[in-house]
């Protein structure tokens, strides 16, 4: 079922992680905005809108579209109740040993290097910000989306460690 | 949404995995024949059966189930056109950039540690025995089968590779 | 180069690894008091004497007992200035952007599943424990080392979620 | 031991992996003729003058030269029986279940996303031109650098085909 003249579509992959971004009220601000207090101790000229920048350009790389696709696909589809079973108690109810959410974001977080490993680690157990009210949301399925808002916060951050090292 | 409550469901997940390999007549005497010619030149001793039992253990743990029913549910989805565009067009036609079918196979393949890492991504390449018959099946969406299959003898061979060390 | 009828030395590794922890003033219920800290708030009746036996066992696995040597050789060259530059520089200054620590560290963080990555990350920012005194100990190159036991803790951490799952 | 002054020595570090490069007689032209030889089916207007800039540029990039310098420093110092035992005796013997060389090569393989793994399993395995070289020098301990020539491979691989998707 290979059709090799298909291009990866850039476009439509970038818009629908935006829209989802959207969707939960998770604005690129909010996101740079952690970025900023995570780096501002390193880069005391880093500014917000440099942040920001940081996040849009990730937000534009193929490999951070395809894991941010599935992870969004994952949660959305746990919710409508449409995953096979045990698959769909096991992401609704975020269990424990499940893991997958965590490798999926390492992979993002790690985009400029193992560096971003640290910051994700934290950032998933203090969940700042946004983080928090993705993660304290009783009423939707988030298992994967606190995860990818961190990832996508450890990545900026070491791209940004490595711009001024 | 989360519920502490709820214990991994151990049982369940195994069924899935197994029930998925039924259908697709993918039996574990064929996933350990791989095994087989992949470590019979390293340990003479070895046979068929051995490597059986070494792929039904690795078919029980939980980090393999985890990676597994992802791994299956969304070719599955991918095939019944259920999943959101463009990710659906991107699985479906295992597009060469995708790349996280063989970031959760790695996850699996170093189960028993880093060395499983070439063996994966040899036969990833290579596609013998029964992971040909699922790379060539124009059918079916097995854009993750043939990755969890390879990793699966991946895992195997590295757990077999330990114990004779 | 090659001797295909070497043993792995099983002993003589874990002899090296421990050697060193009690040069470093480092103990097994040290890193045990951690892993204890960490997970008696989801493991109500877990006992330190547990977690020991945890960090016992994982410190005797053999992909623990790679990893570990390297970190611990690699900081050892460096204090002694025996790397070739810029190495022993970027090790001995523990230079923010190098990365090769954390990268290490994550393979023995999740021995026991992607579960791990979170607690590490977490852990190599707050430093706990033995972990500071390492990390803030001014005449010693202890670059690898926080890492190291940062994640031993992670790794145990993993291990008991998935016993009580 | 850290002084934040240090600034990264991208030059220093860049030229001592190509100085070890020129000492190993590994040409920027023969791994590129490898890269050549593993994308031409897929791109067929690529050339190997193409190739050379890719692998020159990745050769450039920090996190490749972390992982390069460490691997590279790890064959030299066994080579001469300077890391301690069993460490020594284990890098000079390429034991079988190491698996850190593998480990530190993914990393590398990586740096253009997870679609460096399969080419990076299967270089390793099959050893095509300079790395057979390297692999069968039976006078050197060369354990990670056919995994370093590999993985340089799989990268510029990996580059090549997001290029062209």
Redesign the interface.
């Given at each position: 079922?290979?059709?090799p003249n298909?291009?990866?579509?850039d476009t439509?992959?970038h818009e629908?992680v935006i829209s989802r971004f959207t969707e939960k009220h998770i604005k690129i601000h909010d996101i740079a905005k952690i970025v900023y207090n995570q780096t501002k101790e390193?880069v005391p000229t880093i500014t917000i809108e440099e942040c920001e920048r940081d996040v849009i350009d990730i937000i534009h790389k193929?490999?951070y579209l395809?894991?941010a696709?599935?992870m969004i696909?994952?949660d959305?589809?746990a919710e409508q109740n449409?995953?096979?079973?045990?698959?769909n108690?096991?992401i609704?109810?975020?269990?424990?040993?499940?893991?997958?959410d965590?490798?999926?974001?390492?992979?993002i977080a790690t985009l400029?290097?193992?560096?971003g490993?640290?910051?994700?680690?934290?950032?998933?157990?203090?969940k700042h910000g946004i983080i928090k009210d993705v993660d304290t949301d009783?009423?939707?399925?988030n298992t994967f989306l606190d995860d990818l808002i961190g990832a996508t916060v450890a990545a900026a951050c070491g791209r940004i460690?490595?711009r001024y090292?």
């Open positions: 079922m290979r059709d298909i291009k990866y579509p439509q992959a629908y390193f193929r490999d395809n894991s696709m599935i696909q994952l959305k589809l449409q995953l096979d079973e045990p698959l108690t096991i609704s109810n975020d269990l424990g040993v499940f893991g997958v965590e490798s999926m974001a390492v992979d400029y290097g193992p560096i490993i640290t910051n994700f680690g934290y950032l998933d157990r203090k009783k009423n939707h399925v460690s490595h090292a």
